[in-house]
């Protein structure tokens, strides 16, 4: 790791922290807080994989409470209606995940890397991104979001090589390498993974989604 690059980047979150940049994320670090519906979140995180979190912001506002009761073949066609890229594939993986809907409400008290572990191996269409996307929705700050926003960001300050600016190529092995390095710029720059998450995210696309 680059100790120049870190201390950039450790400035520039300095930087948002002065900002009324801090008081939107807190804002949002308390909204996530208070999520009233862990199985509309689990959903809208299995539809943003390989989409965009504006996009599944969108059809998660729009189908609402459909995600537990149409049938596969309605969600399916919901999706399309919406303009949702995978909507056959996405409509199986939120229907096989209404089996786990009291597990949800366990697991969400568990501490978040085992919580990971458990919605990885168990729910399809959940992988590391997703099920850490997933929890700090939920409230956990313990786990860190890694797509190619944060990617591109980290190569850019020379936190991680080039050879993992790839997100063809993150398996379990690379995320964790990655997520140690977060929870060190998180530890650095006073901040819990799920807060950092939000700066590094601002950083790179100016917006605080979710």
């Known amino acids: 790791m680059g100790k120049e690059g870190l201390t950039e980047l ?4 300095e930087r948002l922290k002065g900002s009324k940049v801090k008081e939107e994320i807190d804002g ?10 862990i199985f ?3 959903c809208f995180c299995i539809l943003t994989a390989n989409y965009t979190a ?12 459909g995600f537990l009761e149409l049938s596969e073949s309605a969600l399916a066609s919901r999706l399309k209606q919406l303009g ?3 909507p056959n594939i996405r409509a199986k993986y939120i229907v096989e995940a209404r089996k786990h809907l009291a597990a949800l409400g366990k697991i969400a008290k568990w501490d978040g890397k085992k919580a990971r572990e458990w919605l990885v191996e168990n729910v399809t269409g959940i992988g590391y991104k997703e099920a850490s996307h997933f929890l700090r929705n939920i409230g956990h700050e313990d786990v860190a979001i890694i797509d190619f926003h944060i990617i591109n960001l980290l190569a ?11 997100t063809n190529s993150l398996n379990k092995k690379r995320y964790l390498e990655i997520e140690k ?3 060190l710029v998180a530890k650095r720059a006073n901040l819990t993974l799920g807060e950092l998450d939000l700066y590094l995210w601002y950083m790179e696309t100016g917006k605080i989604l979710k």
Do not use: H
């Open 54 to 65: 504006e996009g599944g912001i969108r059809v998660q506002q729009e189908i609402g409470a």
């Open 156 to 166: 850019r300050y020379g936190l991680i090589g080039k050879t993992m600016n790839k």
């Open 10 to 13: 450790l400035v520039a979150i």
């Open 181 to 183: 390095t977060l929870a």
């Open 84 to 86: 949702y890229r995978f």
């Open 28 to 37: 949002r670090i308390a909204e996530l807080k208070q999520c009233p519906d």
């Open 40 to 42: 509309s979140e689990l």
